[in-house]
C-alpha cells in the first residue's frame, strides 16, 4: 500500500498545533469525544434503535455538528419511520459498510448533500468508533475540494471518487495513515481508537480556516474568531458535553 500522507505537512501542522494548544489539551478533548461516543453508544444500542421518537432525533441531531441548528431539514423532509429504518441499516445492516453508507445517502435523497455525508459519517463513528472512521464536511468536501485531509495528503493520492462509497473508503484510507503517525508525532494514543488522530485533524482545518480568514476578512472580525481549542471543540460537537445526557 502506497503512502497517501504527507510527513512533512504532519509534521509542520503538529508543531503548529501544540504551539497553541497543549497535549494535555489535546488528551481532554479526546477524553470528551470517548464520552460523546459514549452517548451514541447508548443511545443508538441494537435494542432501542428501533424504538426512537422524534425528540430522541432532535437529541441526536443536535449532536451532530452540521444538522445541530437543521434538524427541520432533516424531520421536515423524512418522515421519523424512515430515518429510524435507515439509521438502523446503516449501523446494523448487511454488507459492507462503504455499501449501507450509498444507501443511507441515496435514501435521504431531498436532504441537502454534505448533511447526508455528515450524519452517516459521525452516525458510523461515534457509535462504532473502533471499526468506522469519521467523514465530515470539514475533513473532506467533495463539491469545494477543500478539507483537512486535502491538506495532509501527498499529490498523488486523490481523494476524489465517483460514487459515494468510494469517497468513504479513500478517506478511511488517508485517515487510517494520518493515525499511524500519530502515536511519533504525540498525538494519537494506540489505546484509544481514532480520537487523538480526529483531534489532530479538527485543529488542521482550524488552522486552515484562520489563514484563509486572515487573507479575506478584516482585522476587528478576526479578533472574535473563537480559539483553536474552541473552534476544533465546536466542529467536534463537544463544545457543551452536558448535552450528552441520557435518560
Partial sequence: MSQPVDSGSIKEFT???FSKISIETVEAMTADLQRKSDA???LL???RVDALGEEQFKKLLKWIFSTRRHSDKVLGVVPIEKLRDEVAALLYGEGHVH???QHFYDALDGIPEQLRIDMAGELLHFTFPTQHWLWSRWLWDRKNKTGALRLLITDDFELEADSIAESYLKVGKAT???YKMGEAAGYQDSEKSLFGTVVFMSAVYVIYTYTVLRMRMTQEFNKVVPGLEEFSRRILGIH???EYQID
Fill in 176 to 178: 487510517l495513515f494520518v
Fill in 40 to 42: 451514541f453508544g447508548r
Fill in 15 to 17: 508543531k503548529e498545533i
Fill in 99 to 101: 455499501d449501507r453508507f
Fill in 240 to 242: 457543551r458535553m452536558e
Fill in 45 to 47: 444500542a441494537s435494542d
